[in-house]
């Protein structure tokens, strides 16, 4: 098994900078990627972003491209979320996730991975 343990969240102010942190353990060496998706208030669930190993490649949803950067840290088994110049849209609660190298489909879809955090909740507020 993997688990993956968020942090980082909180209450912040508009315009101030937040970094989530995912750490995975377990069998980390099957996973071959990790995302971070996000759940507002009343609203569905939806990708924000996700590190693949293989190519070492990131992808962003539309939304918040040129926003959010994800990075990861090998040695640490830990992938990271930041975000500069918070804005209100931002609150939601953020998940990691980790999908294991025999998953295959869309990246943006959180039914291809395999393990989930529980969850940090940021709220932006001014």
């Known amino acids: 098994q993997v688990q993956l343990v968020e942090s980082g969240g909180g209450l912040v102010q508009t315009g101030g900078s937040l970094r989530l942190s995912c750490a995975a353990s377990?069998?980390?060496?099957?996973?071959?990627?990790m995302g971070w998706f996000r759940q507002a208030p009343g609203k569905e669930r939806e990708f924000v972003a996700a590190s693949i190993w293989s190519g070492s490649s990131t992808h962003y949803a539309d939304s918040v491209k040129g926003r959010f950067t994800i990075s990861r840290d090998n040695a640490k088994n830990t992938v990271y979320l930041q975000r500069n110049s918070l804005r209100h849209e931002v609150t939601a609660v953020y998940y990691c996730?980790?999908?294991?190298?025999?998953?295959?489909?869309?990246?943006?879809?959180?039914?291809?991975?395999?393990?989930w955090g529980q969850g940090t909740q940021v709220t932006v507020s001014s």
């Open positions: 996730a980790a999908r294991e190298r025999y998953r295959s489909g869309s990246y943006l879809q959180g039914s291809n991975y395999n393990y």
């Open positions: 377990g069998r980390t060496f099957s996973i071959n990627a």
